[in-house]
């Protein structure tokens, strides 16, 4: 969008805008940069991105407020829809574009992820992968989210599906395989709509200072004319039994509330998902 479109992101108080993705060379590497100025210049910080790659594979470092820090790692995949001419070099700006969902690679994020990590530090490994729609996870993706919580990453904050996607549990630590879009300009577009691409979710994850999931909290939201409201009752009722059936096999339940927030329970800790107030 129109750099001086950027008001959005700071109204809505954003810490950080992860760029590995497949649309953030459209305007070739001329608008890579503009994005990355105009962010910078607004306060939002980045990662996924750079002038070269040091400075791509760079994670955002976001002081909490109770002490310490949360740092944001983000890459993409080819299989988002990433070009290989869009990956960073030495010299050359670009995006962290994951050559393969390997161990070798988990090995070396992970790596990365070592060098900044302090003790109790939350470590966000956000990634932009698989395709559009469908509700199936590749098993790759499954064995790589794997590899890098085994490595200490906190999070995996999966993304590229226009719709919300299975949600795991993995030794105490979330993994959102596709978190779905949240707002776009997709409206109209014919021929999807069984998922449902106008629901939604802003996602409440509870953590404790070890890195354990403790509760989830899922606010469905409707997008209509490049607007969010809150998402009907009904239509709570529907993402919740498409997120519950997508997710059952991964062992998370999904469950509807009173107040129209939807929570999970996993089968490890098995305790509830609802925020504590």
Same mark, same amino acid.
């Given at each position: 969008?129109?750099?001086?479109?950027?008001?959005?992101?700071?109204?809505?108080?954003?810490?950080?805008?992860?760029?590995?993705?497949?649309?953030?060379?459209?305007?070739?590497?001329?608008?890579?940069?503009?994005?990355?100025?105009?962010?910078?210049?607004?306060?939002?910080?980045?990662?996924?991105?750079?002038?070269?790659?040091?400075?791509?594979?760079?994670?955002?470092?976001?002081?909490?407020?109770?002490?310490?820090?949360?740092?944001?790692?983000?890459?993409?995949?080819?299989?988002?829809?990433?070009?290989?001419?869009?990956?960073?070099?030495?010299?050359? =700006?670009?995006?962290? +574009?994951?050559?393969?969902?390997?161990? $070798? &690679?988990?090995? %070396? *994020?992970? @790596?990365?992820?070592?060098?900044?990590?302090?003790?109790?530090?939350?470590?966000?490994?956000?990634?932009?992968?698989?395709?559009?729609?469908?509700?199936?996870?590749?098993?790759?993706?499954?064995?790589?989210?794997?590899?890098?919580?085994?490595?200490?990453?906190?999070?995996?904050?999966?993304?590229?599906?226009?719709?919300?996607?299975?949600?795991?549990?993995?030794?105490?630590?979330?993994?959102?395989?596709?978190?779905?879009?949240?707002?776009?300009?997709?409206?109209?577009?014919?021929?999807?709509?069984?998922?449902? =691409?106008?629901?939604? +979710?802003?996602?409440?994850?509870?953590? $404790? &200072?070890?890195? %354990? *999931?403790? @509760?989830?909290?899922?606010?469905?939201?409707?997008?209509?004319?490049?607007?969010?409201?809150?998402?009907?009752?009904?239509?709570?009722?529907?993402?919740?039994?498409?997120?519950?059936?997508?997710?059952?096999?991964?062992?998370?339940?999904?469950?509807?509330?009173?107040?129209?927030?939807?929570?999970?329970?996993?089968?490890?800790?098995?305790?509830?998902?609802?925020?504590?107030?």
């Amino acid at each position: 969008m129109h750099p001086e479109n950027v008001a959005c992101l700071t109204a809505a108080q954003i810490d950080v805008c992860t760029l590995a993705n497949n649309y953030v060379l459209d305007y070739g590497r001329r608008g890579l940069i503009e994005t990355l100025d105009t962010l910078a210049h607004a306060g939002l910080k980045t990662a996924g991105a750079g002038r070269n790659l040091v400075q791509a594979r760079k994670p955002a470092i976001v002081p909490l407020p109770t002490g310490g820090r949360i740092a944001v790692f983000a890459a993409g995949s080819e299989s988002s829809g990433i070009l290989p001419s869009w990956s960073a070099g030495e010299r050359e =700006s670009g995006v962290v +574009l994951l050559p393969d969902l390997s161990l $070798e &690679t988990a090995t %070396d *994020l992970v @790596a990365q992820v070592k060098t900044v990590k302090h003790q109790n530090d939350p470590i966000v490994a956000s990634i932009h992968w698989g395709t559009n729609w469908g509700y199936d996870v590749s098993p790759d993706q499954v064995r790589f989210a794997h590899w890098l919580i085994d490595g200490g990453v906190d999070i995996v904050h999966g993304h590229s599906s226009h719709h919300p996607r299975p949600i795991e549990v993995y030794r105490g630590r979330l993994v959102l395989y596709g978190s779905g879009d949240f707002l776009n300009d997709y409206e109209g577009i014919a021929g999807y709509e069984p998922y449902r =691409s106008d629901l939604t +979710l802003m996602y409440f994850a509870t953590m $404790e &200072t070890t890195g %354990d *999931l403790t @509760a989830l909290s899922m606010v469905p939201m409707q997008l209509r004319q490049l607007r969010l409201r809150r998402a009907s009752l009904s239509d709570a009722r529907w993402l919740r039994d498409s997120l519950a059936r997508a997710s059952a096999p991964f062992g998370s339940e999904v469950e509807l509330g009173p107040d129209g927030l939807l929570g999970l329970r996993w089968s490890r800790a098995r305790r509830w998902g609802w925020p504590s107030a």
